[in-house]
C-alpha cells in the first residue's frame, strides 16, 4: 500500500510558477503526474522512475520538471511559464511494478488532487 498527498497548487497569473509536491508513505519505482481538466479526460503530465528516467508530454517539455526526493519519498512538479492551459486537477500517482509510462495501467495508488488555476 502507498499513500500520496499532494500539495503546493493555488491559482497564478500566466507566466507564473508552481511546484507541486506529493509526499508518499514509501518508495515506489514509477511515480506520476497526471490531471484532468473541467470536461477532459485524465492525462499523465510527466513520470519519474527510481533510477532516473523521466518522461514529459509535448505541451508541457522545457517548462515542467519532474524530480523526487528518496530521503523524504517525495515527488514534485516544478512548473514555471504556466498557461491557462495548464488548469486542472493535478493527482500524484505510484506504481510498484517495473514498468512507467504516461498512461495509467503502470499505476496503482492516486492521490486525492490538488487544484491549479492558471488565469489570462
Known amino acids: 500500500q502507498v499513500q500520496l498527498v499532494e500539495s503546493g497548487g493555488g491559482s497564478v497569473q500566466a507566466g507564473g510558477s508552481l511546484r507541486l509536491s506529493c509526499a508518499a508513505s514509501r518508495s515506489a519505482y514509477c511515480m506520476g503526474w497526471f490531471r484532468q481538466a473541467s470536461g477532459k479526460e485524465r492525462e499523465g503530465v510527466a513520470y519519474n522512475t527510481a533510477g532516473g528516467t523521466s518522461m514529459y508530454i509535448a505541451s508541457v517539455k522545457g517548462r515542467f520538471t519532474i524530480s523526487r526526493d528518496n530521503a523524504k519519498n517525495t515527488l514534485y512538479l516544478q512548473m514555471n511559464s504556466l498557461k491557462p492551459e495548464d488548469t486542472a486537477m493535478y493527482y500524484c500517482?505510484?506504481?510498484?511494478?517495473?514498468?512507467?509510462?504516461?498512461?495509467?495501467?503502470?499505476?496503482?495508488?492516486w492521490g486525492q488532487g490538488t487544484q491549479v488555476t492558471v488565469s489570462s
Open positions: 500517482a505510484a506504481g510498484v511494478g517495473s514498468s512507467c509510462s504516461l498512461g495509467e495501467t503502470p499505476y496503482t495508488y
